[in-house]
């Protein structure tokens, strides 16, 4: 089984799934920013967030999906149509679906190469302006997403049990 590590080929998977995810729901492209890796504590700041565990052996994390409530607003006439009124409580369950969707084609695809993840049951967390912290001061991976000028981000935090097996990639 593979480690799981925080580098450009989980940033790849990560794009992939968004895109596809987004376009095949709601017929929209979304375009990728440059990933930021670091370590330590980091808040993302959205009116929803998506929040996943991300289990494999001997590694635990999070991903988060934080949008603002209009990028939401935005996506959701494209599947409801024109004459719904998108309330607060639709634009959380359309988070907690588009986190499904996101994660689930990252954990096959990754998956498929011996990763061995498991995904646990999404949270959705709310609140104009609010902000989501990892409380670890470990390892993460931002990935930011622009749709319509609007952004929106993708965020990995991962927890090793062993100092000597940092999921940060190691540069060559």
Do not use: W
Request: proline share 4%.
């Amino acid at each position: 089984m593979q480690n799981l590590k925080l580098d450009e080929h989980l940033s790849h998977e990560i794009a992939a799934a968004v895109k596809a995810a987004l376009s095949t729901t709601f017929g929209v492209e979304v375009v990728p920013g440059q990933p930021e890796i670091g370590r330590g504590m980091v808040s993302l700041v959205g009116d929803v967030s998506g929040v996943i565990a991300l289990v494999q052996e001997g590694l635990e994390g999070t991903m988060t999906l934080c949008m603002t409530f209009e990028t939401v607003r935005d996506l959701l006439p494209r599947v409801v149509g024109n004459a719904v009124s998108v309330t607060r409580e639709m634009t959380v369950d359309a988070v907690g679906e588009i986190t499904n969707m996101i994660f689930g084609q990252i954990k096959t695809q990754l998956n498929k190469r011996g990763y061995g993840l498991k995904l646990g049951i999404p949270s959705v967390v709310t609140g104009k302006g609010h902000f989501v912290s990892q409380f670890h001061r470990g390892p993460y991976m931002i990935v930011p997403f622009y749709l319509d000028g609007q952004l929106f981000q993708v965020h990995v935090a991962l927890y090793g049990n062993s100092k000597d097996d940092s999921p940060i990639a190691k540069s060559s």
